[in-house]
């Protein structure tokens, strides 16, 4: 059935409406100008960042700066395998120890050369509980850390961690400047990156300068600006009529089309690691019924959202981990578009439906959406309509994106819809899922736990497979998330510039090695 008219209006109706508006905004609008560039690149962003200290970090518009302002340990390449970065190299002399050897004649933007002391400093603060880092959950493996040169640095773990490589890929601080500023550093930032931080002004734009000791030579983008531009249609004419440069994903994909028509413009796809879902807070009394987490799974036409709103540049999920991944799991429960399914197991839960096809409802939802962001309020809006089929209310309350982060932090909501940025080691299930790790759903599973545990520190590829393979099955069966999609990357930019390259989590590390063409 595509469309029901008793108590839901079409997928059709909701993006027609939102269509309309943005080709009016359209029309009339002239081809873009492509002003004369010389030496300035303009990228746009969709949120403002939350911090820019690597240590802090959790949202995706905040590590697309710290990727051009910091040295990482390591960095994932275009396959998303490891690679050196400011490390030189890496060995493990035992099963519980990672030495690395750093690079020599690597300097912080303040002149500074990068040692071992600086690595030491920037894992310790996120291990300090009173610090407050995000990611400090990735680390508590880390038994103590040991500098014996200068450029040699060793973490000991107090058991074997399979994951740590992918956990390190973190943004190296100068101890004599973090550590003296304190929590004013992430908004005057420190790296020893390919661009150094000159100014943010909050809402609007922050604008980052090439670093002429760059390691790996000066990148010619001299100027690096970044727009803040929620609006989507917004960033779409920006990009347009050459106001910004390069645009990553963040655009409405109905849009896609035109680009790939206009003659100024160069459009890059690839089939990406980003892992949307609908996130269920297990605390509400209706949630914690997984009959009723099932039924809103089935209720879900994903095959028509894909076509329809987000115009097939996306795949179905049936798992956080993408079908090219070495631990994905085929072999788990699937939750194609049953209406019929989901109203039957609400029924079975207990929440029959007063009215059959009337107004009333079995239950009321509160569903959070970013309220700066198109596409998050239209999702919520088609997931409002197909629950309403099935007798569901879905009171969509939207708010700024740090609120909606806040708020899911500390579980205050029944749905929400996010993504997962870069899923790379499947170890990201202790941050989703594991009891001590971030948990946003109020999960508890002692099984999954223990195949979590096992799954971190066994080193045998096969046995590892093994474990997230059933890791998957479970959380497939009880749902705390309900996987969507893994959708495509688009990068969109102008024709006159070469270097780019597209990552599988559409990371931004080509930028250093971007440059303007050369007119004839």
Request: some cysteine; glycine content about 6%; hydrophobic content about 35%.
């Amino acid at each position: 059935m595509l469309f029901n008219y008793n108590k839901k209006p079409a997928l059709f109706t909701v993006l027609s409406m939102v269509c309309l508006s943005a080709l009016l905004m359209l029309c009339g609008g002239k081809g873009s100008s492509m002003n004369e560039k010389k030496d300035t690149l303009t990228i746009s962003l969709a949120s403002n960042p939350m911090t820019l200290d690597p240590r802090l970090i959790s949202d995706e518009s905040s590590f697309r700066i710290i990727e051009q302002v910091f040295g990482f340990l390591v960095q994932d390449d275009t396959l998303s395998s490891i690679v050196p970065d400011i490390a030189e190299s890496w060995e493990m002399p035992d099963d519980k120890t990672y030495a690395f050897r750093l690079k020599k004649g690597i300097l912080f933007h303040d002149g500074k050369e990068l040692t071992s002391d600086d690595v030491k400093y920037t894992f310790e603060t996120i291990l300090d509980a009173s610090f407050g880092s995000p990611l400090r959950y990735a680390f508590e493996d880390i038994d103590e850390i040991i500098t014996p040169d200068k450029y040699t640095v060793e973490f000991r773990l107090k058991r074997p961690n399979a994951a740590f490589l992918d956990q390190a890929r973190i943004g190296i601080v100068p101890k004599h400047i973090a550590g003296r500023m304190g929590s004013e550093f992430g908004l005057h930032p420190v790296g020893s990156g390919p661009f150094r931080f000159v100014s943010w002004i909050q809402d609007y734009k922050i604008e980052l300068r090439a670093y002429e000791n760059f390691s790996e030579g000066k990148p010619q983008i001299e100027k690096l600006i970044f727009r803040i531009i929620p609006d989507a249609a917004t960033r779409f004419l920006s990009l347009e009529t050459g106001e910004i440069d390069l645009l990553v994903n963040d655009f409405p994909p109905e849009y896609s089309g035109r680009f790939e028509r206009n003659a100024h413009l160069e459009t890059i796809k690839r089939s990406g690691i980003i892992y949307e879902y609908i996130g269920l807070n297990l605390e509400n009394k209706y949630l914690k019924n997984r009959n009723v987490r099932k039924a809103v799974a089935y209720a879900l036409n994903r095959e028509e959202m894909i076509r329809l709103f987000l115009y097939n540049l996306a795949d179905k999920a049936y798992s956080p981990l993408p079908e090219i991944h070495w631990a994905y799991n085929p072999d788990v429960t699937r939750y194609e578009f049953n209406p019929g399914k989901s109203r039957m197991l609400l029924d079975k839960a207990g929440f029959a439906d007063p009215d059959g096809d009337g107004p009333g409802y079995r239950f009321s939802l509160k569903y959070k959406c970013n309220s700066l962001n198109q596409e998050s309020r239209q999702k919520a809006q088609i997931i409002q309509n197909y629950l309403k089929d099935v007798g569901i209310n879905i009171e969509i309350e939207s708010c700024e994106f740090a609120k909606l982060l806040n708020d899911i932090r500390k579980s205050r909501f029944d749905m929400y819809s996010l993504k997962w940025v870069g899923i790379s080691d499947p170890d990201i299930f202790y941050k989703m899922f594991h009891s001590e790790g971030e948990n946003r759903n109020n999960y508890y599973n002692p099984r999954l736990d223990h195949l979590i545990e096992l799954g971190r520190k066994e080193l045998n590829v096969r046995k590892r497979k093994e474990y997230y393979g059933e890791v998957q099955k479970i959380i497939s069966e009880d749902l705390p998330y309900i996987s969507l999609w893994h959708k495509t990357n688009i990068a969109v930019m102008n024709k006159s510039l070469s270097g780019f390259v597209l990552f599988p989590a559409g990371d931004l590390v080509s930028v250093k090695d971007m440059k303007w063409k050369i007119s004839d």
